[in-house]
Nanobody, 127 residues
Framework: QVQLVESGGGSVQAGGSLTLSCAAS????????MGWFRQVPGKEREGVAR????????VYADSVKGRFTISQDNAKNTIFLRMNTLRPEDTAMYYC????????????????????WGQGTQVTVSS
């Protein structure tokens, strides 16, 4: 089992920045890949960024490339999502997720492939 707790959401004006954190506990073997997803009401959950435990591979959605950065601190069992140049369309509930096996592409690491989820943290970007 894996437990995930997100923090760092909030409200910010367009062009601003936020950093989300996700503290993980439980079996390390179940956290080969961790990622951030987001969802707005009425839409499917969208992959934002993923990172493998060895840090060698990161996967980003096209919509956030160059603006968001995923990173991790394995000693603290925590991953981060630094979000710069935020846009109103980034407004969503952001979720942290984990799965046992590594991520190598967005297509192969969709939300349905992640069994462990946090409760989410809201990010609101105003224009």
């Amino acid at each position: 089992q894996v437990q995930l707790v997100e923090s760092g959401g909030g409200s910010v004006q367009a062009g601003g920045s936020l950093t989300l954190s996700c503290a993980a506990s439980g079996a390390t073997s179940q956290r080969g890949c961790m990622g951030w997803f987001r969802q707005v009401p009425g839409k499917e959950r969208e992959g934002v960024a993923r990172i493998n435990r060895d840090g060698a591979t990161t996967v980003y959605a096209d919509s956030v490339k160059g603006r968001f950065t995923i990173s991790q601190d394995n000693a603290k069992n925590t991953i981060f999502l630094r979000m710069n140049t935020l846009r109103p369309e980034d407004t969503a509930m952001y979720y942290c997720a984990a799965r046992a096996y590594f991520c190598y592409s967005a297509l192969a690491s969709r939300s349905s492939t992640f069994p462990y989820w946090g409760q989410g943290t809201q990010v609101t970007v105003s224009s």
